[in-house]
């Protein structure tokens, strides 16, 4: 565990135990730190996937192919240096709604989801959780999660260690009116999980269209969000970029991209730093690749302490309320 690392547990472990704000406690623990050298930035390596975009659940074949792929992925992002690996949404499979729809193809309707090789599916999510223990990295993946009938399943992603281990699980909350009409049941809650001292939170399919969910984010003090969606050609995808890039620069962390490759994408798989830009981007070709970048958490930049403090009550202190010429709003 790096030194940096230690000290924002410390941090985070002082607001736990005394209600204070993060801030508040990192001021603290500055304080009594005074003496000590100032923590240096600290940085992991993270690598972004885009995966071949596969929509028939039926397929057995196709979903075989599919974990072949992520792994074969698994295994580049490990020799590139990376400790964690993150796949779009729907990477193992992103069913169709007009394959699945009871009605369909013709019409939307709900969702039959007797219409999966769900023995097959998990077949191939063993196979990938046992090659995350393998390879050492921890795997971000987009997959669909079976619930008992007759619940519709989750739209998740699975995260699984370095050793191995399925650690936890997150399941779109904010859907689309297809999947909450016909397809998916939502999740309650946001996740959160710890690799070498940096904490990373998940968002899944249109969330990037909520600034709540990232707000929420911020709040519970991650350092990178990762966001998995689906289609890199359509227009929407495109304002999910942009809108990544936003809360990248308004949150101050970073924030990772994985969507599906496809032949004329508007919008590859890519990693925004926290000023707003592009820190890597996949390749436009539609064709499976990886983006690789260090992420790191630097101790001296003070603008997200900043914007926290503001949020807290900082500017009332300061306001008027009895100036005739702050009051009256018609005058020069």
Known sequence: ??????????????????????????????????????????????AVAQTTSFDNPLDSDGLRRSGAEIRQLMREAQAAGARLVHFAEGAT???????????GPETVGPSDWTRFEWAVLREELEGTRRLAGELGIWTVIGSVHQLTEPHRP????YVMSDSGHLVTRYDERMLSNTKISFMYTPGGSPVTFDVDGFRFGCALGMEAHF???FIE????????????????????????????????????????????????????SGIAAPGGQWAACCATDG???????????DPDDLARPWRRRARTGLYEAHRVADDPRSIARDLF
């Open 287 to 297: 064709m499976p690749s990886l983006a690789v970048v260090d992420i790191s958490d």
């Open 93 to 103: 499979c992103a069913p169709n709604k007009r394959i699945m729809s009871a009605s």
């Open 211 to 213: 600034p709540e969910i």
């Open 1 to 46: 565990m790096t030194k940096n690392a230690n000290f924002k547990r410390r941090v985070r472990a002082r607001a736990a135990k005394t209600g204070e704000s993060y801030t508040a406690a990192l001021r603290q623990l500055h304080g009594r730190a005074a003496d000590e050298a100032a923590p240096a930035v600290q940085s992991i390596r993270l």
């Open 154 to 157: 989750h739209n998740s992603l």
């Open 217 to 268: 984010y911020e709040r519970l003090d991650v350092d990178c969000v990762l966001f998995s969606t689906t289609d890199g050609a359509s227009p929407g995808n495109r304002a999910f970029a942009v809108e990544v890039q936003g809360h990248a620069a308004s949150h101050r962390y970073w924030v990772s991209l994985a969507a599906l490759a496809r032949p004329g994408s508007a919008v590859p």
